[in-house]
């Protein structure tokens, strides 16, 4: 019986991070150190964290490396992402974005801009990646508030103010 | 006589962007969120809110997709920026800059890498751009100065301290 | 004598930066606009200016132009940055990263992305760096502390919160 519940606990169990954050300012704007560890997730961690912490208008920027990443190029045609894989451990130069309400939860919007071996580069919209050895986000949160509405037209949520 | 009036006024009437601002956070500091509406010109319509706004030092960065852009590397041997020219859809992977005073006006300095649709990227000066669909701007203003002086020995004014 | 002590001063001297700084914001973060000149190197630099001002936990973001720079990506099967030398003058399309506290002494850590004259980016870990004519740091202490502590599987040092 108890061995049935550890399997199904086994099972449920698909990811944890191992994630850390501190609140490096706590004034009118809040500002945390995030940093991520080895093999995080990086589009559902911050966004686990966001909920949790029930983030106002935020947002981050972030330096460190992947191991793999799938990156996104809006395609109008298909009102979606055209997938971009990236299966090589790259530099992360920039990770830039920001967090908004979209239906009653946190929403992430991030680009980045990755660097290969030799210096080339790859970037586009992030879509999800795993973290090795480490990705340093500083994100300030303000006390107003930004959400994001359905806009068929377009076919993604945009922030609307 | 008011049909002469109207085609005058629709002779001047050469842009209006569609951008809004929202202040999200007013403290010692204030933080902006900017969205740029589908065919806003990004730096007259930047520079027209800083003047507006009377921003003082002021830095931002941005996500989002433009339709088309100019870009510049600055040549030293001509003293002006060569002309890049971005003639398709492409991600804003990362937008960032400041804004000084220069002639008694706000002037926007800003540098963009943008992503095309298979990951590759392209950047530079940015010396206009219009966006489509979205550009989300997180601008700081600060409540010092920053100003720019010309230099002719560059060719570009730089800020001074 | 006096001109013994001379040569023995000026073989000392083996570099003077004139970066300029000014505090734009002085409230529970302080933010700084830094101003590199022709020539100056800016991680010693920066480091120079972050013991001396003894920033707590850090992080910045910059534009401007660099006339060389040393790239590193970071090889995990020699636990160090494989080194890509960029010998041409390059528009600094974004400069962002953090400083932490590492044996006692302030660390930067920094990635770049940088445009050359076709628009054409290269990127990486910033090694080192020559500026030309100018980058425009915005710089941001926030009142907490951030630590790195060596990691000897990885072969760099990480921030540990």
């Known amino acids: 019986m108890r061995m049935h519940y550890c399997q199904q606990l086994l099972t449920e169990i698909k990811y ?8 490096i300012n706590d004034g009118e704007q809040k500002t945390f150190a995030i940093i991520f560890d080895q093999g995080d997730e990086v589009v559902e961690t911050l966004t686990a964290f966001a909920n949790q912490t029930k983030l106002k208008a935020t947002q981050f920027t972030a330096i460190g490396a992947f191991s793999d990443a799938m990156l996104g190029y809006f395609d109008f045609a298909i009102k979606d992402y ?17 967090i908004a309400i979209y239906e ?6 991030a680009h980045v801009v990755l660097g290969k071996s030799d210096g080339s580069t790859i970037g586009g919209h992030l879509l999800y990646a795993h973290v090795n050895p480490t990705l340093e986000v500083i994100l300030t949160e303000s006390p107003g508030y930004l959400k994001r509405k ?12």
């Open 16 to 23: 944890v991070a191992i994630m850390k954050s501190k609140l």
């Open 150 to 161: 359905s806009n068929e037209l377009i076919g993604i949520p945009l922030i609307e103010l």
């Open 82 to 98: 055209k997938k971009i894989p990236v299966n090589e451990q790259v530099e992360v130069l920039i990770l830039a974005g920001d």
């Open 104 to 109: 009653g939860k946190a929403k992430i919007h």
